[in-house]
Each structure stands twice: as C-alpha cells, then as structure tokens.
C-alpha cells in the first residue's frame, strides 16, 4: 500500500493533470474563477487585522478580527495543509440591479444578500473536494469561514488583486464576487499573482456615502454602512440619514467600479425590495426564517427591526407615522430610540404628538436623549 507522503496525484485522460481537472470542474460549475497557492502564513494580512483593532478601525466586527493568528495561517487549524485551492463565484447576474432609490416603504438589500449566494459557490467547492478526496487527498472547505481570510488567498492565488475597496477585484466581474477555498494536503502548483491594481482610480473611495475608505486599500468598520446594517446596537445617530432606503447592506463601492460595470449593466432588472412596514408587524421566528442567510447579531429579529425603522425614518412620509409612533410603545429600548428619530424626520403634527406623549411616559435616559432630538427635528418640520 502506498502511503500518503509516497501518493501521486493520478493522471487523467490525455495528460491531464490535477491542476487541470480541478479547473475543468470549476469551469463546469460555472464559477467565475480558480486558482492555487501556498497554505504558507499571511504575516502581512495578521499585522493589518491587528492593526484595525488596535485602532478601533474594526468597529464591533468579529469574523477575522477576532483571531488574527489564525485567519492569517491555514496551518493554525489544519497543520498538514500544503496548498489552498481559491475560487470565486459571480453573482451579479442573478441578483439584478438595485435602484438607485426605491419606493419609500421599500428597503434595498445589497446585492450579495438578496438570496442566499453562498450556495452555488460552496457547490463548487464540494465537488472540488471531492475531486481532491477521490486523488487521495484530504481537504477541507473553507467558505466564509473565520479562520481564512479569503481575500488574501484569493490574491495569492491569482483569482483578482487588490482593490482601493479592500475586496478583491477579477477580470471581467470587478467586485461583484464571493470567495472560497479548500485547505488540502496536496502539493498543487501555485499561480503567480496578477500584476495589476486600481491605478489612479478612486470611484470607490468618492462614491462611499460616509467615508469609510479611509485610505487606499483600509476601510473603516465603524463607517462602513455594510457594517453598521450588521452589527449590534444602536446606529450611530450621524450615520442613519446615509443609510437611505438600506434594510442590508451596501452596494456603493460596488456600483462605482469600473472592472464591474459591464457585467452590472447585463443584469437583469429586479424591483424585488423588502417591505419594512411588513418587517415591523412580523414575529421574530418568521423573520429568523426568511431572512436565514443574513449576519444578524446573535440572530436576533429586533436588529431587522432596527434597520426597518432606520429606513422609515429616512423615507420621511406621513403614511408611516402610525406605524412608527406604535414602535415607541415597543419592550426594546433600543427600537423605541430608532422610532423617536424616526419620527422626528417626518413633517406630521401627529409624529410631532406621539413625541410629546412619550416624552411623558419614557423612563429609559437613552430614549428619552432620542425623544428630546426628535421633538427639536420634528417642531421644526412642522414649521417650515
């Protein structure tokens, strides 16, 4: 029997290699790119993580930041892995195109987020895998996984570069890309890296509505709307007008990239938005379910709820008055907070009554800091 130090990838019909029927089964499972590299540490990428939380840049994210070590050495986890087998999958084409602005009442979902992408791309990936089992390797699948960063390997292998966004750019889709990768212990032989980058461009860097790029390449969790619409708590007061008609997610550095636009362009048109007012009346279990492939912090509904209320309030129509002066009636301090503001955005005299009601009745000091904003915002509504 041969052992596994002695194993030779077999040789498939006419010649082929591993490499090259690893490539023919991620052409077959249409993802956009593959490549191969070392599962040598990234000790560049664990300096930038520790760096991001050191200065705060980081935000409340987990993911990554959470243990440089390993999200920047596969071999923290898998200590036999020799190479990474990086792959991307497009999912332009069937997220359709999000508008610009959507019928108030309507919240906008990122792109990436309008159903689960994730599937067709760890599809591909099992089917690797299974390719790699089948030569006699071992491997595992890393998909939006903690202990890869992905982009990194993705660069390594050759699969896009770096762009000014801080994701990774291909040839012919841009952005608009979810990464993947297997740790394996077979010795693949790696590609060289692209030799490109963003030159002069800065679309991305102009078109983030709070500039969250703050250089080149670093992005600030703590301004990143994509961020903010996921993590937990209350948002930042200075960031909710920027939040327009978003329910999840982010798309504007996305949009603005020109490797990308040609492909955003052919999608197909999608006028498909989440209903807020419906979002607000929902249980949290019939919300848990339908929005499963969101990151909800702890899972919890009332963060969808947050985000709804957040949109409403920048929608700023009297026909959701009622419905926003309910949500000062809610258990969680936290959705009463986002209701006052709300409120406060929307030239109503009845938004304007429901603030002074609460005011008389709420006890909890943040709510009450929120009422108060919200009664300045709203008298002066009134009066213009």
């Not at 997610?249 to 999608?267: E, M, Q």
């Amino acid at each position: 029997m041969v052992g596994r130090d002695q194993f030779r990838p077999p040789t498939y019909a006419d010649g082929v290699t591993l490499e090259q029927e690893l490539r023919k089964i991620a052409r077959s499972a249409d993802l956009a790119a593959i490549g191969f590299c070392s599962a040598d540490a990234f000790p560049e990428v664990e300096q930038s993580l520790r760096r991001a939380v050191e200065s705060g840049r980081s935000g409340s994210l987990g993911f990554t930041f959470r243990d440089p070590t390993t999200a920047s050495d596969p071999r923290a986890s898998f200590p036999w892995a020799k190479s990474l087998v990086v792959v991307g999958h497009a999912y332009i084409a069937d997220s359709g195109r999000s508008p610009e602005a959507t019928e108030p009442g309507i919240g906008r979902v990122a792109r990436f987020a309008t159903d689960d992408r994730y599937v067709p791309l760890r599809r591909g990936l099992d089917l690797l895998l299974q390719a790699l089992v089948a030569a006699g390797y071992r491997g595992e699948v890393l998909c939006d996984d903690n202990r890869l960063v992905d982009r990194a390997a993705a660069v390594r292998a050759g699969v896009g570069w770096w762009g000014k966004s801080a994701m990774v750019l291909a040839p012919g889709v841009g952005p608009w890309m979810l990464l993947g990768s297997i740790v394996t212990d077979a010795a693949l032989s790696p590609d060289d890296p692209m030799r490109r980058d963003c030159g002069s461009c800065r679309a991305c860097i102009a078109a983030c509505p709070t500039g969250a790029i703050i250089a080149p390449g670093v992005v600030d969790a703590r301004r990143c709307l994509a961020a903010v619409a996921q993590s937990p708590g209350t948002v930042p007061i200075e960031l909710r007008p920027a939040m327009k008609d978003r329910f999840y997610g982010c798309d504007a550095c996305l949009t603005s990239c020109p490797p990308g636009k040609r492909l955003a362009a052919a999608s197909f048109e999608d006028s498909a938005g989440v209903d807020l007012v419906e979002v607000l009346a929902s249980a949290d279990r019939p919300l848990r379910r339908r929005f499963a492939h969101f990151y909800v912090p702890r899972n919890e509904a009332r963060f969808l709820r947050r985000n709804a209320i957040v949109a409403l309030g920048n929608a700023a129509t009297s026909k959701h008055t009622g419905v926003l002066a309910g949500m000062l009636g809610h258990p969680d301090a936290m959705l009463r907070a986002h209701a006052a503001w709300a409120l406060g955005r929307i030239s109503d005299p009845r938004a304007l009554g429901a603030l002074r009601a609460a005011a008389v009745t709420e006890v909890d000091a943040d709510v009450v800091h929120e009422i108060e904003l919200a009664l300045e915002d709203a008298l002066l509504g009134t009066l213009a």
